[in-house]
């Protein structure tokens, strides 16, 4: 088994209920970027990390996997700075 291949079966593998305890500010960064609910978002966050460039079908009418977490990104950035 390959690297790749290796990283990609285990963040299969990744349960998305320990997504969303550990990255809880990113994934309601992405709730109110994209309109996503908490699995989705964390979906998004797992797709993601295996390198993929889209999700879910909301995911994707956003624009893809790299969109969403970017423009979460900027918006807790942007609110971070605000505070």
Request: hydrophobic residues 45%; charged residues 20%; positive net charge.
């Amino acid at each position: 088994m390959t690297t790749n291949s290796a990283r990609s079966a285990f963040l299969r593998s990744y349960h998305l209920p320990a997504i969303l305890l550990h990255y809880t500010r990113l994934v309601r960064a992405m709730q109110g970027i994209a309109m996503l609910n908490g699995m989705e978002a964390a979906a998004c966050i797992r797709d993601l990390k295996a390198g993929r460039r889209w999700s879910s079908e909301a995911v994707n009418r956003y624009g893809g996997t790299h969109k969403v977490a970017t423009e979460a990104w900027k918006y807790r950035r942007a609110t971070s700075l605000l505070a």
